[in-house]
């Protein structure tokens, strides 16, 4: 039946196109109806579908559906879905456009059978997001979204070497297991790596997530790193430095998460911090590390994505998103008070919340594998990550000192967006089977026994006992109105200053160069022409040499008129 | 925009009994460590309250740190936003600086 072989991200585009050319409730209707029906669409294909055809020399698979890509097309439905909710209220045709289109894409990329076609759709993931940082239109989003896309950009023309590297050297662009024994590998894994915001190449993530629309935040932290994340498990499982790298990322963004003002950057920070679990996971690559990897990726959309909605819902009512300009909300914004917590406590991984579920996983692989000093640091994590999403999120937006502002909660569509997600994040923390019959391998574990429950519980009340006791004594950074530097300083300081320096002097010594070089050809031409001076006087000291070529030519065109009459 | 009304937690007594809440909770784990029989997959498991201080430390700790990197780290609010006002030589070796010149005016959303 030819209805199974339109890819997922068909309708999307579609979709994008229905909604640059209506306006109002239709278009309400149809951004809607276009999520909903697609993965109605992609529940009822079976597995293992594929869509094939050659192009020249090359054998290419634009959709390819097996366990691990189906895992990542429902949770960007539901995503899509949640987004779409969330963002009804908007009349900006070039938002709500370009968030179809990025969708797809993202789509488009998990069920790409073959490197070209994830190269294709790379990029677009890339060339359509950043119309959600520019449509915040302020000065400071159209920087920020111009070095978005330069670092996107560039990680998909490393892709494309590394695609036609893998071409020559297997003859195939299947996109299978790719591993890191060739140069090709390599390439591929730094493409990956810079999308998946690796230690020092984070900051495009930190840099355009807090300065796009409140909507556009939203999608972005669904699709790109998740994408970047299937690509890795796919072609990198096992590879052991990414445990590495992995427990690197879920570390360093902590401490910038907890000086940081901005609540949007913090949940950036920590959306960093969330993917290094599922780096870890991919690195060490057994079934139930890979399932932890997959799941927490599932999970993190939904609970990332509810935080984000709530941060957006404050920042949309009041106009602010600061910690330090920020408090006392909980008055008269309580439904998204009590939305934000339970973001929070699923981020947190508390139990009965779903990033326990999944993030108990990858803690009890690392373990098994005997990765020990990895585990301790992902404990350290947990505490941290506790620290900084679970409890500053909430305690500096929603309590803390009294800012004096009563914004109401926001409209209902961002309300129920919310709402379903809040909903998502506890059914899937009491009932995690539901969850784990999709993963790609049966491992048959359990997440609920009285170690683990008791371990974390403990773990997390602990921390917040920190929290209070560091408040109460004052030693607790207060929220400030700052920047803090991170490594996008080398590129947006330090390297532009170099630069600056280094061309400065490069022309200086141009400029130097070119005096002397001119002087030195005057000197020799002054001496040229006297020599020819002298010369020229020697030989026709009466007659200018003017008149001697006259001359010259009438003998010459006398002789031409001769040899005519002859 | 005075609001007299009062609210959960303008009320001391409530932030008090949120904190008693809290600590009979810490107590009560610290206690059910040493009830409930554990399966320990690591020997750090097994030390004498290994989870709530490993918990309670490691958020000390990344405050410290972080405190500390403040010191550094730290910058004014609008340290980015004059790059590339401040020289007339060289305007044409990155693009960030170019940006900067288009608007003057901010559209907040």
């Known amino acids: 039946m030819w209805m199974i072989e339109i890819p997922a991200f068909v309708p999307f585009f579609i979709g994008a196109l229905l909604v640059a050319l209506t306006r109002g409730m239709l278009r309400g209707v149809i951004m809607i109806v276009i999520p909903i029906a697609s993965a109605v669409h992609l529940w009822m294909i079976p597995e293992s579908i594929h869509l094939q055809f050659s192009l020249f020399d090359y054998h290419l698979i634009p959709y390819r559906v097996d366990k691990l890509s189906l895992m990542f097309g429902y949770v960007f439905h539901l995503a899509a879905l949640m987004g779409i909710i969330y963002s009804l209220h908007l009349r900006d045709s070039m938002q709500q456009v370009a968030a179809m289109m990025y969708i797809g894409s993202g789509l488009g990329a998990v069920f790409a059978g073959d490197l070209l076609t994830l190269f294709i759709f790379w990029e677009l993931l890339a060339l359509t997001s950043v119309f959600l940082i520019w449509a915040r239109r302020t000065q400071r989003s159209y920087a920020s979204g111009m070095r978005y896309l330069v670092i996107q950009v560039l990680s998909g023309v490393i892709l494309l070497a590394g695609t036609l590297f893998y071409f020559t050297e297997n003859n195939t662009l299947e996109f299978g297991y790719i591993g890191l024994d060739s140069v090709a590998g390599w390439l591929v894994f730094i493409a990956f790596g810079i999308k998946c915001a690796f230690p020092m190449v984070h900051n495009w993530l930190t840099d355009a997530y807090a300065e796009a629309t409140v909507t556009g935040t939203v999608f972005l932290s669904a699709f790109t790193t998740k994408v970047a994340v299937y690509a890795l498990a796919r072609a990198f499982p096992g590879t052991e430095l990414l445990v590495y790298i992995g427990a690197a990322m879920t570390c360093f963004p902590i401490f910038f998460a907890v000086i940081e003002n901005d609540l949007r950057r913090v949940l950036a920070y920590s959306l960093i911090n969330q993917v290094g679990f599922m780096v870890v996971g991919i690195g060490i690559g057994t079934a139930l590390a890979i399932n932890g990897a997959v799941s927490h990726a599932f999970n993190d959309v939904i609970f990332k994505g509810l935080l984000f909605m709530s941060m957006g819902a404050v920042l949309h009512m009041t106009g602010r998103i600061n910690g330090s300009e920020l408090g006392g909300l909980y008055k008269t914004m309580p439904k998204t008070t009590i939305l934000c917590i339970i973001g929070a406590a699923s981020i947190s991984a508390f139990p009965l919340f779903s990033g326990f579920v999944s993030k108990s996983m990858i803690m009890s692989a690392a373990i098994e594998e005997g990765f020990d000093w990895i585990w301790l640091i992902l404990l350290f994590a947990s505490a941290g990550v506790f620290h900084h999403a679970g409890i500053k999120i909430p305690y500096f937006a929603f309590f803390a000192h009294d800012c004096g502002i009563r914004a109401n909660d926001p409209p209902k569509n961002m309300l129920l967006a919310m709402a379903i997600a809040a909903s998502l994040c506890i059914a899937i923390g009491i009932y995690p089977q539901g969850l784990y019959a999709l993963l790609p391998y049966d491992t048959g574990y359990n997440p609920y026994d009285a170690s683990h429950v008791l371990a974390q519980t403990q773990l997390l009340f602990f921390s917040a006992l920190a929290f209070v006791w560091l408040n109460l004594k004052g030693l607790y950074p207060p929220e400030l109105r700052a920047t803090n530097l991170d490594f996008d300083w080398i590129y947006r300081r330090a390297l532009p200053t170099v630069l600056q320096n280094m061309f400065t002097i490069i022309w200086q010594i141009d400029r130097t160069l070119r005096q002397e070089v001119k002087l030195k050809l005057t000197i020799c031409l002054t001496y040229i022409a006297e020599k020819n001076n002298r010369l020229s006087n020697l030989l026709s000291r009466n007659y200018p040499s003017g008149s001697m070529a006259m001359w010259v030519a009438i003998m010459l065109a006398t002789y031409l008129f001769l040899s005519f009459i002859q | ?109």
């Open chain 2, 1 to 109: 925009m005075e609001d007299k009304k009062k609210y959960l937690f303008d009320h001391p007594k409530n932030i008090k009994r949120a904190l008693y809440l809290l600590y009979s909770c810490c107590i009560l784990l610290f206690i059910l460590d040493f009830v409930i029989p554990r399966d320990v997959s690591h020997g750090w498991e097994s030390l004498w309250g290994f989870y709530p201080i490993y918990g309670f430390i490691s958020c000390v700790v990344l405050v410290r740190v972080a405190t500390w990197m403040r010191t550094f780290l730290r910058r004014e609010e609008d340290y980015y936003d004059n790059e590339g006002m401040d020289d007339g030589a060289i305007s044409h070796n990155d693009d960030v600086k170019n940006s900067k010149d288009i608007g003057d005016h901010h559209v907040d959303d």
